[in-house]
T-cell receptor, first 111, second 112 residues
Framework: QKEVEQDPGPLSVPEGAIVSLNCTYSNSAFQYFMWYRQYSRKGPELLMYTYSSGNKEDGRFTAQVDKSSKYISLFIRDSQPSDSATYLCAMTKSGANNLFFGTGTRLTVIP | GAVVSQHPSWVICKSGTSVKIECRSLDFQATTMFWYRQFPKQSLMLMATSNEGSKATYEQGVEKDKFLINHASLTLSTLTVTSAHPEDSSFYIC????????FGPGTRLTVL
């Protein structure tokens, strides 16, 4: 079993839709959670960084962490064609810097 | 956020040759940098942790004699793919940072 599981998609939605991306993990040692966006042939770009259970909002993006269920989510409101990319969840343990990634979900927002 | 650069962004080489990829933290010092490899439509897989002034730590299954890492300064780590073969063709990405990791733009290696 992988330590971080993420549905690879692909996921296609119409412009303006709400997108929900999810990851589950098995290791309770993970304390810090991130969402990255990666455009084709580019390096990942950090979108959200959280370390506690609950919600964190930044513009159209909301990151949600449920440590009791070992489940994290990223919500994108009013999705735009420019949001089309691969979204990677990542997490790390306390005191460590190396990241454990999900497989990534490929999102396409159709105009 | 912090900026991490990589050079080159794209390289093609013949089988059997060696290729060096540079990773630089432009506006901060990084005692630790990470090297990842990403095959098409797959996620990033950690290859090794680069430590300034000491030996790199390699993940299981990654050949340290094939993927040479040098972290000679607080802003530069290099990855050298020695005797490259077509199966080494991949997207190589580095990251640096404390807590939050900032990624370079990646280097696409194609071995003919």
């Amino acid at each position: 079993q992988k330590e971080v599981e993420q549905d690879p998609g692909p996921l296609s939605v119409p412009e303006g839709a709400i997108v929900s991306l999810n990851c589950t993990y098995s290791n309770s040692a993970f304390q810090y959670f991130m969402w990255y966006r990666q455009y084709s042939r580019k390096g990942p770009e950090l979108l959200m960084y959280t370390y506690s259970s609950g919600n964190k909002e930044d513009g159209r993006f909301t990151a949600q962490v449920d440590k009791s269920s070992k489940y994290i989510s990223l919500f994108i409101r009013d999705s735009q064609p420019s949001d089309s990319a691969t979204y990677l969840c990542a997490m790390t343990k306390s005191g460590a810097n190396n990241l454990f990634f999900g497989t990534g979900t490929r999102l396409t927002v159709i105009p | 956020g912090a900026v991490v650069s990589q050079h080159p962004s794209w390289v093609i080489c013949k089988s059997g040759t060696s290729v060096k990829i540079e990773c630089r933290s432009l506006d901060f010092q990084a005692t630790t940098m990470f090297w990842y490899r990403q095959f098409p439509k797959q996620s990033l897989m950690l290859m090794a942790t680069s430590n300034e002034g000491s030996k790199a730590t390699y993940e299981q299954g990654v050949e340290k004699d094939k993927f040479l890492i040098n972290h000679a300064s607080l802003t530069l780590s290099t990855l050298t793919v020695t005797s490259a073969h077509p199966e080494d063709s991949s997207f190589y990405i580095c990251s640096a940072g404390t807590g939050e990791q900032f990624f370079g733009p990646g280097t696409r290696l194609t071995v003919l």
